[in-house]
């Protein structure tokens, strides 16, 4: 694996793309988040895990700006995504890219529109260059030509993906944003969505959040593992820290029979 981060500066400390502190979200009285905090570095792979209801997208959508916080801070590229000028958001946005669950392609465009799209609403590109660039983008996540012209539905889950993942690379950002990406994919997909994720990041230099379940990603792609409980990040380490960790849902999760298996595999 590569190196967690790069150095911010002479200091030779990792920079922070990424702090949230003292995070509050909320839904009407229940409380998902209280007095939550993470760093994500730059060139960091980072899962993030949780049991069911501890707020893994909510987490996402809050840095995205998708979700009003309640309370805290979130801070990306060093900007205050609470006090931010609409340029600023425009900048986050040309910097970051979003690959959501079920894909979210519009389901009228073909898989070139899809991917073109970001490029259509954040630059002034000639059409004939964003349809290269596009090209290059499906191309880059292992598609073919052919895919061109397809509609979402005429796609198999794995080509969605790699078509939302491509259409996330579109503005070639920084920071990229994976919700449970190898969700419903076979073993096979998955473990090549997973190597898919691992050279686009070393080859391209990404820092990737990457919201997940599947305990062989863990294994295979992440430098670090941000574990939520208790409406908090418990934990934030290598799997092979966390596997020694005394949390009862920690233990349970890497050590049960499904955590052995990826250990195995690994």
């Not at 490029?119 to 290269?132: C, G, N, Q, S």
């Not at 919700?179 to 990041?201: C, V």
């Not at 005394?246 to 052995?260: C, Q, S």
Request: with cysteine.
């Amino acid at each position: 694996m590569k190196a967690a981060a790069n150095d911010a500066s002479d200091t030779g400390k990792p920079e922070v793309l990424i702090e949230v502190r003292g995070l509050l979200s909320q839904f009407g009285d229940q409380v998902i988040h209280q007095d939550l905090d993470l760093d994500v570095l730059r060139g960091e792979v980072l899962g993030v895990v949780g049991g069911s209801g501890t707020g893994k997208t909510v987490l996402l959508n809050s840095i995205i700006g998708l979700k009003e916080p309640e309370g805290g801070s979130i801070r990306i590229f060093d900007h205050d995504i609470g006090d931010m000028s609409e340029e600023d958001r425009a900048d986050i946005e040309r910097r970051t890219g979003v690959l959501f669950q079920q894909g979210a392609l519009f389901s009228s465009l073909s898989v070139l529109e899809n991917v073109a799209a970001p490029m259509v609403e954040h630059t002034r590109l000639p059409k004939d260059t964003i349809r290269e660039l596009a090209e290059m983008k499906i191309a880059m996540v292992g598609l073919q030509p052919e895919s061109h012209h397809q509609k979402p539905a005429e796609l198999s889950g794995g080509m969605r993906k790699r078509v939302g993942l491509a259409r996330a690379l579109s503005l070639d950002p920084e920071l990229i944003f994976l919700d449970e990406p190898t969700a419903g994919l076979d073993p096979i997909g998955a473990a090549a969505f997973d190597d898919l994720i691992r050279k686009l990041s070393d080859d391209l230099g990404l820092t990737v959040f990457m919201i997940t379940h599947d305990l062989d990603s863990l294994y295979a792609i992440c430098d670090k593992v941000a574990v939520l409980a208790d409406k908090r990040v418990i934990e934030k380490a290598t799997v092979q820290e966390l596997e020694k960790s005394d949390h009862p849902w920690i233990k349970e999760y890497f050590l049960g029979p499904r955590g052995r298996a990826a250990t195995k595999a690994a």
